[in-house]
């Protein structure tokens, strides 16, 4: 085993670490970010095709090797020497293999090697003397396997489809099994060692160190063609572990020999390099190990992506509910419960002095009875209300419909904006189009929020609070309660309502809606206690309350999208976590 192997840990809890992380994926489809996409495949194919396999097995003695490379560069040719039979179209047009094709031992389809290859791969046994349908599409995954007496036992040659169709239509294909293998023989010539899109994609196939093999194939020249493997594996970050020529042989192109190659700096030939069983472990060992590197950095990178995805649905959910609380507290601003405060400030005073409790007591009963008095003394000077005049109630309504109808207008840009899944895009349109808008044509049914107990006893405590705190003793509180003992008969009922003139919470514009013989006593008590009470009373009742209209208003017209917004960010935010704690597993 190769020193500092991560597998060397616990591989059950490494396995059900990994388990973990692939349930928690979601499709790459559901990125926003095609290179996210991308990213999410790549290790969704590694844990599901090659980790997750290795770990659950006792180590198959079968090296998997791979042949890749760009169009009509001798790929075909190769493996078919490799296997010792021309299985796979090898013509000059090139092109011709758009799926992977295999060759192994026959032993290899039997017992626990057919399990390995059958958890790996979607494998499709070729029948002696059919040919493998590889011209023809395929699904990411599936390995046409031919069986041969050739091949050496515990070996298994891949041949991929070209570099150039795999970047354009195919690379979902190659990189579903390229993930996978132990071993990347990879060939280039004179023509294609330098190509920028080669060397992209060699880089993302070997990764964090996977053993690598470079053929350089039509080589005319021994000095020219090193320089050339020396560039590309410079350009890769990490050397080959063999290189090897393959001078240009008329006779191969002709169909009458195979492809020979000449091993570099004192390396094996490759046939035995790959072939046999000494050189096996430590191969397999080296890919195992790069491939828990991959992991980790794949997983660092899908974890960032699941976070950034998160953000933009998090967004929205924030910005909604803030502007539902706002359309809460304006509304609620249209109807303040001033008998509250009236009520905490007789409560308090009564508290302090038991004398002046017990001389204000007998006025109780009086107090109702003014309340009606005091209503018709003011129609006597005001005239009776105009019928269909709107009361505190209507106004908050209205407040609400109208809030809502400008926070529709608002939120109209975010879904053209929308770069996520569809699913959400539709949600989004229907929460801020007509069908909401015709929802606010009918009746809110919300009158019980109107007088909400719960509502008004934080207002109450709040209230009771503050009053003992704006009274500390002396002549002002004795003030007070001489007043209140002389006017007790100030009815709290008929200060009900509060309107604000100017809708600010900082000005001190609150009307108190009490009766001709109660108000002017009233703004006096208030006067007293000092100039931010009101606008301290009318700033609580705005929060409190008005949460209280803005839940009620998510709950009728964007439960639906909020709910999903919801389950989009927590479900993205768990993936993140369990993909770093994944990440770190393996560190």
């Not at 509910?321 to 359309?327: F, K, M, T």
């Not at 009606?372 to 407040?399: I, M, N, W, Y």
């Not at 209140?484 to 709290?492: A, D, E, G, I, R």
Request: hydrophobic content about 45%.
């Amino acid at each position: 085993m190769v020193r500092g192997l991560p597998v060397m840990r616990d591989p059950y809890a490494l396995r059900t670490s990994l388990a973990s992380a692939l349930d928690a994926l979601p499709a790459p489809e559901r990125f926003p970010e095609a290179p996210d996409a991308d990213a999410a495949r790549r290790l969704a194919e590694r844990l599901r095709r090659d980790l997750l396999p290795r770990l659950g097995s006792a180590d198959a003695p079968l090296l998997l090797v791979a042949i890749a490379g760009p169009n009509n560069v001798g790929k075909s040719t190769l493996f078919n020497a490799l296997v010792g039979a021309a299985l796979s179209p090898a013509r000059p047009e090139g092109g011709l293999t758009k799926q992977c094709l295999a060759a192994a031992h026959p032993e290899t389809w039997t017992g626990p090697l057919k399990e390995f290859l059958t958890r790996r791969y979607d494998t499709m046994p070729v029948a002696s003397g059919d040919a493998a349908p590889v011209d023809q599409p395929g699904p990411p995954g599936r390995l046409y396997l031919v069986l041969a007496d050739a091949v050496p036992r515990g070996l298994l040659v891949m041949d991929t489809p070209d570099f150039d169709s795999v970047y354009r239509d195919n690379r979902e294909r190659a990189e579903a099994l390229l993930v996978t293998v132990d071993v990347l023989v990879f060939v280039v010539s004179r023509q294609t060692y330098q190509n920028a899109a080669l060397v992209d994609f060699l880089r993302a196939a070997v990764g964090h160190g996977r053993p690598y093999l470079l053929v350089y194939n039509e080589a005319t020249r021994e000095e020219v063609a090193r320089g050339h493997l020396d560039k590309l594996a410079a350009d890769v970050g990490h050397p080959p572990m063999a290189r090897y020529l393959a001078p240009h042989q008329p006779d191969v192109e002709a169909g009458l020999k195979p492809l020979a190659t000449e091993p570099l700096d004192g390396r094996p030939p490759l046939a035995a390099l790959l072939g046999q069983a000494e050189h096996a472990r430590e191969l397999k060992a080296r890919a195992l190990e790069a491939s828990l590197a991959d992991a980790r950095a794949e997983l660092e990178v899908v974890a960032r992506a699941a976070s950034r995805s998160a953000q933009e649905p998090d967004r929205l959910r924030q910005r909604l509910r803030h502007e539902l609380n706002g359309v809460g507290a304006q509304a609620a601003l249209k109807a303040v419960p001033a008998d509250v405060l009236i009520d905490a400030f007789r409560d308090e005073l009564d508290a302090r002095s038991n004398f002046h409790k017990w001389v204000r007591l007998p006025f109780r009963g009086l107090a109702t009875a003014l309340t009606f008095v005091s209503r018709k003394v003011r129609q006597s000077f005001t005239g009776p209300e105009p019928e269909g005049a709107q009361t505190p109630t209507l106004a908050v309504d209205e407040s609400m419909k109208d809030g809502v109808r400008k926070l529709v207008d608002a939120f109209a840009p975010e879904v053209a904006a929308w770069r996520g899944d569809a699913a959400t895009r539709a949600k989004l349109a229907e929460a801020f189009g007509p069908a909401t808008l015709g929802k606010l044509e009918e009746p809110l049914g919300f009158e019980t929020l109107h007088a909400h107990a719960a509502d008004r006893a934080t207002l109450y405590a709040f209230c009771r609070e503050l009053v003992a705190a704006e009274l500390q003793g002396g002549m002002r509180e004795e003030l007070l309660q001489a007043l209140t003992t002389l006017v007790y008969s100030v009815p709290s009922g008929a200060a009900a309502a509060v309107t604000v003139a100017t809708g600010g919470f900082g000005h001190d514009a609150v009307v108190w809606a009490g009766t001709l013989l109660s108000t002017p006593l009233m703004e006096r008590f208030v006067d007293l206690l000092g100039a931010q009470v009101r606008a301290r009373v009318t700033r609580k009742w705005a929060d409190a309350h008005g949460a209280t209209l803005a839940r009620a208003l998510e709950t009728r017209f964007f439960s639906d999208v909020l709910g999903h917004l919801d389950g989009l960010t927590q479900d993205w935010t768990q993936t993140a976590a369990r993909l770093d704690e994944t990440r770190a597993s393996l560190s």
